[in-house]
């Protein structure tokens, strides 16, 4: 089992940042890849980054070169850092992980909205 724990959302304006962290506790030695969904208002759940264990990454092609995922393996700790937000941006933010037998785990979320 793993559990995961996030913070750093937020409210901030068009073109500012925020950082959101995750931290997993639990059977940390299981998780192969960490990321983050997004869910906006009437939408479905997207993928917005995530990170393998060897550190390759992928991103949402609407937040590339504005967001920047990273971890930490040691102590199970991912990371999004969120530059130049967008309204389009606003949306409850989910940690996800899969292990290495491909079970997830998700987090409770954590609301950013980005407003003036």
């Known amino acids: 089992q793993v559990h995961l724990v996030e913070s750093g959302g937020g409210l901030v304006q068009p073109g500012g940042s925020l950082r959101l962290s995750c931290a997993a506790s639990?059977?940390?030695?299981?998780?192969?890849?960490m990321g983050w969904y997004r869910q906006a208002p009437g939408k479905e759940r997207e993928l917005v980054a995530r990170?393998?264990?060897?550190?390759?990454?992928t991103y949402a092609d609407s937040v590339k070169d504005r967001f920047t995922i990273s971890r930490t393996n040691a102590k199970g700790t991912v990371y999004l850092q969120m530059n130049s937000l967008k309204p389009e941006d606003t949306a409850v933010y989910y940690c996800?992980?899969?292990?290495?037998?491909?079970?997830?785990?998700w987090g409770q979320g954590t609301q950013v909205t980005v407003s003036s």
């Open positions: 996800n992980v899969r292990s290495w037998g491909n079970r997830d785990y």
């Open positions: 639990g059977s940390v030695l299981s998780i192969n890849a």
């Open positions: 990170i393998f264990s060897g550190g390759s990454t």
